[in-house]
């Protein structure tokens, strides 16, 4: 059973920067693609940024140009560098390991907290 954990988050001042970390515990080569969901009190779950098996890329319009998703295979790793961080950005930031067959299997991390205030 793939295991999923973020870390990276913090308290930041807008137009700070911050790099969120997703650590898989099985490998990550053959799965369909990984995305990264904020959660705030105000929204339901919504993605931020993802990316896929063949490194296509996916953003929220919120967030392009300012975040990148990334991710190394031979660490079962994924990485959501956000810079230019603003207060709409603050939410609990979750890293969803997703794989597409007959049936769509996810797996979601705890969550990292991510706090953009002055």
């Known amino acids: 059973q793939m295991q999923v954990a973020e870390s990276g988050g913090g308290l930041v001042q807008p137009g700070g920067s911050l790099t969120l970390s997703c650590a898989a515990s099985?490998?990550?080569?053959?799965?369909?693609?990984i995305g990264w969901y904020r959660q705030t009190t105000r929204k339901q779950r919504e993605l931020v940024a993802e990316?896929?098996?063949?490194?296509?890329?996916k953003y929220a319009d919120t967030v392009k140009g300012r975040f990148t998703v990334s991710r190394d295979n031979a660490k079962n790793m994924a990485y959501l560098q956000m810079n230019s961080l603003k207060t709409d950005d603050t939410g609990v930031y979750f890293c969803?390991?997703?794989?597409?067959?007959?049936?769509?299997?996810?797996?979601w991390g705890q969550g990292t907290q991510v706090t953009v205030s002055s």
């Open positions: 969803n390991v997703f794989v597409l067959s007959a049936i769509r299997r996810d797996y």
């Open positions: 099985l490998s990550i080569r053959n799965i369909s693609g």
């Open positions: 990316i896929s098996n063949g490194a296509r890329l």
